[in-house]
């Protein structure tokens, strides 16, 4: 079996993860105007006009090795409100990042996304016997890097002046990057408050 599969597809009660697909392209776009999350300049979310580019962009690193694409589908609507990956894939020291992740506005803070890191992480760690998963963000994504911590996810450190920013809004700006972790010996007790998480949001 290879380190991973990009057929791969993870399904939760709140969330569907499904291998991304040119098909979801109208999904996506309908999803990224809600926040108008291109605005965003401290991370990289596609313009509505750039949305078929970016599914092209992931497809082929997918082919390269280097990522596993998904759409995030709700499934009370059965459409792709967002999308997460796999990235930088290192399967000689069984190591991924997931990243390159959005959702659109009206579903961000829930149990939406809670849920698409227990099954990403589970598979991660439980499937593909990984033995670090990372997280990355902008320093100043702070919305994101409270999201990561809430998983259990650990701070290695921050790579400072780490990227140039190409965003429009700041063409040029140098982009510091918070490295996180969860370490395989640290995801049964992760794995624990995740579903501590989950079941209470089931009752609330």
């Known amino acids: ?78 459409r792709a409100v967002g999308m997460t990956t796999y990235m930088n894939i290192d399967a000689a020291n069984r190591r991924v990042e997931i990243g390159s992740t959005w959702y659109r506005r009206s579903v961000q803070r829930g149990a939406l996304n809670t849920e698409a890191k227990r099954l990403l992480l589970d598979h991660a760690f439980e499937t593909l016997n990984c033995v670090a998963v990372e997280f990355r963000t902008h320093f100043f994504n702070q919305q994101s890097r409270r999201a990561i911590e809430r998983l259990g996810a650990k701070l290695d450190g921050i790579l400072r002046s780490h990227q140039i920013n190409n965003h429009p809004l700041a063409q040029g700006a140098l982009r510091d990057t918070c490295v996180y972790s969860i370490l395989a010996s640290e995801w049964p007790s992760v794995k624990t408050h995740l579903d501590h998480q989950l079941q209470r949001s089931r009752t609330s």
Not at 34 to 53: C, F, H, K, R, V
């Open 1 to 78: 079996m290879t380190f991973f599969a990009p057929a791969v597809s993870l399904h939760g009660t709140n969330v569907h993860l499904l291998p991304l697909q040119a098909a979801h392209h109208d999904d996506l776009v309908l999803a990224v105007r809600d926040g108008e999350l291109w605005n965003l300049w401290y991370t990289a979310i596609p313009t509505t006009e750039g949305m078929s580019a970016e599914i092209e962009r992931r497809l082929n690193l997918q082919t390269q090795g280097s990522m596993t694409p998904f759409a995030v589908i709700d499934p009370a609507s059965g």
